[in-house]
């Protein structure tokens, strides 16, 4: 089965997002939650992830964006999904990471 990490970086000040809360979600249902570590963080998420559609959400409370949401599908068992942002103030991006 597949699993699951993230890493918030805080491109306004230049570092890690420390302890932003995370929570993974699939089908309705929260399957774990967290908050980011010294090094913007969560190493492991989810675990034993099925295939499926699943989100992120990232409680940011940012000035404009509240949370952010990040929907991805797994494909592939037993794979590694990383699944990072790069934050800014009015501005946010993602990419599947290694």
Do not use: K, N, W
């Not at 805080?10 to 309705?28: N, Q, S, T």
């Not at 929260?30 to 559609?53: K, Q, S």
């Not at 990232?58 to 949401?69: A, L, M, R, S």
């Not at 592939?76 to 946010?92: C, D, M, R, T």
């Amino acid at each position: 089965m597949s699993t699951l990490s993230t890493h918030v970086l805080d491109a306004e000040a230049g570092r890690p997002a420390v302890g932003v809360p995370v929570r993974l979600e699939h089908e309705g249902r929260v399957l774990a939650e967290d908050r980011t570590d010294d090094d913007g963080r969560v190493r492991a998420l989810g675990a034993d992830l099925p295939v499926g559609v699943y989100r992120i959400v990232f409680e940011v409370d940012g000035p404009f964006y509240p949370e952010v949401v990040v929907a991805f599908r797994v494909t592939e068992p037993g794979a590694h999904y990383h699944v990072p942002i790069l934050l800014s103030p009015f501005a946010f991006t993602t990419y599947r990471g290694s």
